[in-house]
């Protein structure tokens, strides 16, 4: 076995021997850390890539306009206090380290920001706005990472001659390898896998077994258990292409959508609130979720795929449904985390529309984009007038009905063209009245107030009664300056609507004067020689289906990214996913039906030694199950799943606002059996099982979970309700499919249900010990019932039920 991911049990098994266990009781202790051990899995040891673009878009920037005048070495630091690296802020000044690693509240930097009496106020001529030091929280709490520790004040690169990095350069189809071993490749995917091994000195390992191959194969395209009649009909089906039917039967079920789109949404940071600091429910965002369901389920062409999330609604159709659909995708656009009380309108938006360039250009390019906010990007070919010239696009697009405290964000109506009328004149109303209650323009007598602050109330359940879709509509089209240094009170040159043509240069692009640009823009994006876009979507597929990706940085392919691994597949993928017409579902055919995708995940110590972190694909990559799959898994093996889909997250028709942790912890809001993609997605409150198994900040990019392995993980799996009603009901369950209670039946049908396989002999002698045992303890409770909850309970906290081979 290759190593034990049972460190987190052991201090809980261990407790037997001081709680005054009988020895019966400590023998069946003892059963239960056996069958851990047999059942187990290797642990999984992440090294998550360090992102360094939060830094460069939130926390740099600041340290240059507010910082460096006295922060550097020269003659007005009079602290001792450099800001240049951050080597500098852990060695600190006269006054101590400014940093405790990963601890705001003990660091002196963020306590001097925060203008705490204890310590000297900085800056100290005008505190930092609060969504600046709560980026520096962040920062920190992240580890402050730093760019290779190098100095904030190093030479800027020139962008316009930095574009010869490897993801800058034309896609092309590579020539396929002439292989020897025409035995193992069985399709090109594979031919380039094997030339990498063979320079390596490598070989792949077997393929896997049949039940593992198809409980691979389903939580991979489903994100949910294999059931035991699906187990049963792959293994028993002999024929060559057993395999490619149960490919085909699983892209073609609508929990194939559900998984991917699941999958999308953490790249797109999607929320079902706003964050921040009125924490307000997005209580249309769904319509945006379903549409990802939809258009995962119908395979709709990823060229398409991302113009109508960028533009759909200035997009041309002769379906009325096609461009309904096309308009709720511009909820991409929407959905990010906003100031909404911030007082300062230009900043505001600007902040927006910061949060749309950084989003579009990482899930779609890559690129951060956002770190040229207020200098030439320092490592990628984007130059600050690129930045401004793309900002200039969403500045001629309305996401918001006004920028000031109490900010509102655009809606459309769902229904007919009355229904935006009605919507209109309730917007009208509700400035008003806003205007009167909340900015405080209303002079009058305390009851007359009153009857205003009534009335605004009734207006905003009118208001969210109508269905609405969170969608863009082009606004006053409009150029920007170059904001010198990021400070919009401080203004350069005019930038005309453009975009990076040192990333891509299309002859064919242009902005016509009377629009936005957002329609060109997603043209220019999803042109099929655009080098980015589709080795970005190629590589996070691969991620997708083989745990890590080619490329280890998938939403950085700058200079901060990583290599990729194998660079002509890549290639070679992304050009034969523009030849087939974009499809993902064919894509995902074409990489499952190699011997790649079905090599088992069986350790090799000669060639762990040669490539450790498996970057050769010598064999498959194990992981853990995502916090959504295992939720979905317990409820599914347990007969619970709700697999009714679609629909609105919260069931209130008024504006909510989700301030205390209270409200944010409410447990009503996730009692829902449906599939996890549908439970609600709260900022500053993420479900608790979520967070628990990695789920990933919703307000950022996240195309890459991080993976820990933490004792709190192994408490749930043995303690939390949820584990047990799935045990007790499973249990039941079992009871009921066998003939006068057999043992060896009943355990099969909990470990299929379970495992997708039948107990071991060792397993089953065991298991039929502890059976016996069990119900003649002194507890009060204690049943043979009881017994079978027990068994049921270990199988689901072991390693082979939470990861997946």
Same mark, same amino acid.
């Given at each position: 076995?290759?190593?034990?991911?049972?460190?987190?049990?052991?201090?809980?098994?261990?407790?037997?021997?001081?709680?005054?266990?009988?020895?019966?009781?400590?023998?069946?202790?003892?059963?239960?850390?056996?069958?851990?051990i047999?059942?187990?899995?290797?642990?999984?040891?992440?090294?998550?890539?360090?992102?360094?673009?939060?830094?460069?878009?939130?926390?740099?920037?600041?340290?240059?306009?507010?910082?460096?005048?006295?922060?550097?070495?020269?003659?007005?630091?009079?602290?001792?206090?450099?800001?240049d690296?951050?080597?500098?802020?852990?060695?600190?000044?006269?006054?101590?380290?400014?940093?405790?690693?990963?601890?705001?509240?003990?660091?002196?930097?963020?306590?001097?920001?925060?203008?705490?009496p204890?310590?000297?106020?900085?800056?100290?001529?005008?505190?930092?706005?609060?969504?600046?030091?709560?980026?520096?929280?962040?920062?920190?709490?992240?580890?402050?990472?730093?760019?290779?520790?190098?100095?904030?004040?190093?030479?800027?690169?020139?962008p316009?001659?930095?574009?010869?990095?490897?993801?800058?350069?034309?896609?092309t189809?590579?020539?396929?390898?002439?292989?020897?071993?025409?035995?193992?490749?069985?399709?090109?995917?594979?031919?380039?896998?094997?030339?990498?091994?063979?320079?390596?000195?490598?070989?792949?390992?077997?393929p896997?077994d049949?039940?593992?191959?198809?409980?691979?194969?389903?939580?991979?395209?489903?994100?949910?258990?294999?059931s035991?009649?699906?187990?049963?009909?792959?293994?028993?089906d002999?024929?060559?292409?057993?395999?490619?039917?149960?490919?085909?039967?699983?892209?073609?079920?609508?929990?194939?959508?559900?998984?991917?789109?699941?999958?999308?949404?953490?790249?797109?940071?999607?929320?079902?609130?706003?964050?921040?600091?009125?924490?307000?429910?997005y209580?249309?965002?769904?319509?945006?979720?379903?549409?990802?369901?939809?258009?995962?389920?119908?395979?709709?062409?990823?060229?398409?795929?991302?113009?109508?999330?960028?533009?759909?609604?200035?997009?041309?159709?002769?379906?009325?449904?096609?461009?309904?659909? /096309?308009? =709720?995708?511009?909820?991409?656009?929407?959905i990010?985390?906003? *100031?909404?009380? %911030? !007082? @300062?309108? +230009?900043?505001?938006?600007?902040?927006?529309?910061?949060?749309?360039?950084?989003?579009?250009?990482?899930?779609?390019?890559?690129?951060?984009?956002?770190c040229?906010?207020?200098?030439?990007?320092?490592?990628?070919?984007?130059?600050?007038e690129?930045?401004?010239?793309?900002?200039g696009?969403?500045?001629?697009?309305?996401?918001?009905?006004?920028?000031?405290?109490?900010?509102?964000?655009?809606?459309?109506?769902?229904?007919?063209?009355r229904?935006?009328?009605?919507?209109?004149?309730?917007?009208?109303?509700?400035?008003?009245?806003?205007?009167?209650?909340?900015?405080?323009?209303?002079?009058?007598k305390?009851?007359?107030?009153?009857?205003?602050?009534?009335?605004? /109330?009734? =207006?905003?359940?009118?208001?969210?009664?109508?269905?609405?879709? *969170?969608?863009? %509509? !082009? @606004?006053? +089209?409009?150029?920007?300056?170059?904001?010198?240094?990021?400070?919009?009170?401080?203004?350069?040159?005019?930038?005309?609507?453009?975009?990076?043509?040192?990333?891509?240069?299309?002859?064919?692009?242009?902005?016509?004067?009377?629009?936005?640009?957002?329609?060109?823009?997603?043209?220019?994006?999803?042109?099929?020689?655009?080098?980015?876009?589709?080795?970005?979507?190629?590589?996070?597929?691969?991620?997708?289906?083989?745990?890590?990706?080619?490329?280890?940085?998938?939403?950085?392919?700058?200079?901060?990214?990583?290599?990729?691994?194998?660079?002509?597949?890549?290639?070679?993928?992304?050009?034969?996913?523009?030849?087939?017409?974009?499809?993902?579902?064919?894509?995902?055919?074409?990489?499952?039906l190699?011997?790649?995708?079905q090599m088992?995940?069986?350790?090799?110590?000669k060639?762990?030694?040669?490539?450790?972190?498996?970057?050769?694909?010598?064999?498959?990559?194990?992981?853990?199950m995502q916090a959504?799959?295992?939720?979905?898994?317990?409820?599914?093996?347990?007969?619970?799943?709700?697999?009714?889909?679609?629909?609105a997250?919260?069931?209130?028709?008024?504006?909510?606002?989700?301030?205390?942790?209270?409200?944010?912890?409410?447990?009503?809001?996730f009692?829902?059996?449906?599939?996890?993609?549908?439970?609600?997605?709260?900022?500053?409150?993420?479900?608790d099982v979520?967070?628990?198994?990695?789920?990933?900040?919703?307000a950022?990019?996240n195309g890459?979970?991080?993976?820990?392995?933490?004792a709190?993980?192994?408490?749930?799996?043995m303690?939390?309700?949820?584990?047990?009603?799935?045990?007790?009901l499973?249990?039941?369950?079992?009871?009921?499919?066998?003939?006068?209670?057999?043992?060896?039946?009943?355990?099969?049908t909990?470990?299929?249900?379970?495992?997708?396989?039948?107990?071991?002999?060792?397993?089953?002698?065991?298991?039929?010990q502890?059976?016996?045992?069990?119900?003649?303890?002194?507890?009060?409770?204690?049943?043979?019932?009881?017994?079978?909850e027990?068994?049921?309970?270990?199988?689901?906290?072991?390693?082979?039920?939470?990861?997946?081979?």
């Amino acid at each position: 076995m290759e190593g034990n991911s049972l460190v987190c049990w052991f201090p809980l098994i261990r407790m037997q021997s001081c709680m005054g266990y009988s020895p019966v009781q400590s023998r069946c202790w003892s059963v239960l850390v056996v069958l851990l051990i047999v059942t187990g899995v290797p642990q999984l040891i992440a090294e998550e890539q360090v992102d360094f673009s939060f830094f460069e878009r939130r926390i740099r920037p600041v340290l240059t306009e507010r910082c460096y005048r006295c922060h550097l070495k020269n003659k007005d630091n009079k602290s001792g206090l450099m800001l240049d690296s951050r080597r500098a802020l852990f060695r600190g000044g006269r006054s101590g380290p400014a940093l405790v690693d990963g601890d705001p509240g003990a660091s002196l930097l963020i306590r001097a920001i925060r203008h705490e009496p204890s310590v000297a106020s900085m800056p100290p001529d005008q505190k930092l706005s609060k969504s600046e030091v709560q980026a520096f929280v962040t920062w920190v709490r992240q580890g402050s990472p730093w760019p290779k520790n190098e100095p904030t004040t190093r030479s800027l690169t020139n962008p316009n001659q930095s574009n010869e990095f490897w993801s800058f350069q034309p896609v092309t189809k590579p020539a396929v390898p002439g292989m020897d071993d025409s035995a193992w490749v069985r399709s090109p995917v594979d031919a380039f896998v094997l030339k990498g091994l063979q320079a390596s000195g490598l070989k792949p390992v077997p393929p896997a077994d049949r039940r593992q191959l198809i409980r691979r194969a389903t939580l991979d395209l489903h994100g949910v258990l294999p059931s035991p009649d699906s187990v049963n009909a792959f293994v028993k089906d002999l024929s060559p292409r057993a395999f490619e039917t149960l490919i085909e039967r699983l892209l073609a079920s609508p929990r194939y959508g559900e998984r991917w789109a699941r999958r999308w949404m953490d790249v797109v940071r999607y929320a079902d609130s706003n964050g921040m600091d009125d924490n307000m429910t997005y209580a249309d965002a769904w319509r945006y979720r379903d549409y990802l369901v939809q258009a995962f389920n119908e395979d709709k062409p990823y060229d398409h795929f991302v113009r109508e999330q960028i533009a759909g609604d200035l997009m041309s159709f002769d379906d009325p449904d096609a461009a309904h659909h /096309a308009t =709720v995708a511009t909820g991409f656009l929407m959905i990010g985390p906003k *100031m909404l009380a %911030e !007082d @300062d309108p +230009v900043k505001q938006r600007m902040d927006i529309i910061d949060d749309q360039l950084d989003t579009l250009g990482r899930a779609f390019m890559g690129l951060t984009i956002g770190c040229a906010r207020c200098h030439d990007h320092k490592f990628d070919p984007i130059s600050t007038e690129d930045y401004y010239g793309l900002a200039g696009i969403f500045l001629s697009t309305r996401v918001m009905l006004s920028y000031r405290v109490d900010s509102k964000w655009n809606s459309i109506a769902g229904g007919t063209a009355r229904g935006n009328e009605k919507l209109e004149q309730l917007e009208r109303e509700l400035d008003r009245l806003d205007a009167a209650v909340v900015l405080g323009d209303f002079v009058g007598k305390a009851e007359e107030k009153k009857a205003l602050t009534d009335e605004l /109330a009734r =207006v905003k359940e009118q208001y969210a009664a109508i269905p609405k879709i *969170m969608a863009t %509509e !082009d @606004d006053r +089209v409009q150029d920007l300056e170059v904001f010198l240094g990021g400070n919009h009170l401080t203004r350069g040159d005019l930038v005309e609507r453009r975009f990076p043509s040192s990333i891509f240069a299309d002859q064919g692009a242009f902005i016509p004067k009377d629009q936005s640009g957002r329609l060109q823009l997603a043209d220019w994006m999803t042109h099929p020689d655009h080098p980015l876009t589709t080795r970005v979507i190629v590589n996070r597929i691969w991620q997708a289906l083989f745990q890590e990706p080619l490329v280890r940085s998938p939403d950085n392919f700058g200079r901060l990214g990583q290599m990729p691994d194998n660079a002509a597949l890549l290639d070679w993928l992304a050009r034969e996913f523009v030849d087939s017409g974009w499809s993902i579902k064919d894509l995902c055919r074409r990489i499952m039906l190699t011997n790649t995708y079905q090599m088992s995940s069986v350790f090799q110590r000669k060639a762990y030694a040669l490539d450790p972190d498996n970057r050769m694909q010598w064999r498959h990559n194990r992981r853990r199950m995502q916090a959504e799959e295992l939720r979905d898994s317990l409820l599914s093996v347990s007969g619970q799943i709700d697999l009714m889909m679609g629909g609105a997250v919260f069931e209130s028709d008024k504006i909510l606002v989700i301030l205390s942790a209270s409200s944010l912890k409410d447990p009503s809001l996730f009692e829902s059996k449906r599939r996890s993609v549908y439970l609600p997605v709260l900022r500053s409150g993420v479900y608790d099982v979520f967070s628990a198994f990695d789920f990933p900040d919703p307000a950022v990019v996240n195309g890459r979970r991080g993976q820990t392995t933490v004792a709190p993980q192994a408490l749930f799996m043995m303690n939390d309700m949820m584990v047990h009603e799935a045990a007790r009901l499973l249990a039941r369950d079992s009871a009921e499919t066998v003939v006068q209670d057999r043992f060896e039946d009943r355990l099969t049908t909990i470990y299929m249900q379970v495992y997708s396989r039948f107990p071991t002999s060792q397993e089953r002698l065991l298991w039929k010990q502890f059976i016996d045992r069990y119900p003649n303890e002194s507890h009060k409770g204690r049943n043979l019932e009881s017994a079978w909850e027990a068994v049921v309970r270990v199988l689901l906290a072991s390693n082979e039920f939470v990861y997946v081979d």
